[in-house]
């Protein structure tokens, strides 16, 4: 982990703006072993987030193969 | 071929026969339409032919779709429920878990504690107004803090740019974090970075307020 890491995983973290934009005044401030710890925290929630994306995605999936066999089965029934 | 307006364009072929035999690839000329996609693919004299097309040449990278024909009720209620997650993600997430006053030294967190700092918020409040004359200190010491803990606190050197970065600090026409954290993340491929993951975060949230329907996309397009 580097400062840089920290940095981008702060950027891509699910962190309202307004918190971002503060860490990012405090990075040069924040001794280096709290902000590596803070930076790999993010990343574990970066991962998250990106698994419930995936998961929502599957779902979104499933409900558009859904109603397209509906729709084929309704032009069947006419 | 498919589509009316058509693009022609004529590309290189590999033919295994001809180079087999020392000749020269064979060029064709192929017409496509204007608006597919990145890549392209068309069957010709028994090749499959898979070619750039302008778009991709230019970077414009296609998103997935996903084409929901009937009502949007359960859409509607699967991105209420992603929301509603994302939330109660948010709230576990490093904000509630990093306990950043309960790493200081017992010493500093007691001192704290009697200042009426107790939590990272106000820590992290206390600090921002601090950070001016902290980083004026760390200039003229010429050190900073490395590392702290309960184990006590550990200083590194700093170097001249360094130093020179951290005196200009708030009293300079450039805000200090701006000046300060854009040189140690080299500023401008970071603020490309944090630009698009904002406009992305910022989209989202507006659209899971505003549009549904508009969320819908960009969950798909931020996958």
């Known amino acids: 982990m580097t400062i840089e890491d920290v940095a981008k995983n702060l950027a891509r973290s699910p962190m309202p703006e307004e918190e971002k934009t503060l860490w990012l005044k405090l990075i040069p401030f924040v001794p280096k072993n709290i902000l590596f710890e803070f930076g790999e925290m993010l990343e574990t929630d970066i991962g998250n987030v990106e698994k419930l994306k995936r998961k929502y995605l599957r779902a979104f999936k499933n409900l558009a193969e859904e109603q397209r066999l509906a729709e084929v089965k309704g032009e069947i029934d006419l | ?223």
């Open chain 2, 1 to 223: 071929m498919r589509g009316a307006v058509v693009r022609r364009e004529t590309i290189a072929v590999e033919v295994p026969e001809a180079q087999s035999q020392g000749g020269l690839n064979r060029e064709i000329t192929v017409e496509t339409p204007k608006d597919n996609g990145p890549m392209s693919s068309e069957e010709f004299d028994g090749f499959q032919l898979v070619y750039e097309t302008e778009r991709a040449r230019q970077g414009i990278q296609e998103k997935p779709e996903i084409i929901l024909t009937g009502n949007s009720e359960r859409a509607e209620q699967l991105l209420a429920r992603y929301s509603e997650e994302r939330e109660r993600m948010y709230e576990g997430s490093v904000r509630e878990r990093f306990q950043f006053v309960q790493k200081l030294p017992r010493p500093l967190t007691k001192g704290l504690a009697l200042a009426g700092i107790e939590t990272d918020g106000q820590a992290l409040a206390a600090f921002l107004e601090l950070a001016p004359w902290v980083g004026t200190l760390y200039a003229v010491a010429g050190k900073r803090v490395k590392s702290i803990g309960r184990g006590g606190v550990e200083f590194e050197d700093m170097t001249g740019v360094d130093r020179i970065l951290y005196a200009v600090g708030d009293w300079s026409p450039v805000p200090f974090s701006q000046s300060v954290a854009a040189a140690i993340v080299k500023s401008d491929a970071f603020q490309e970075e944090v630009r698009r993951y904002d406009e992305q975060a910022r989209r989202a949230v507006y659209a899971f307020k505003s549009e549904p329907l508009a969320a819908l996309r960009t969950v798909i397009s931020a996958v």
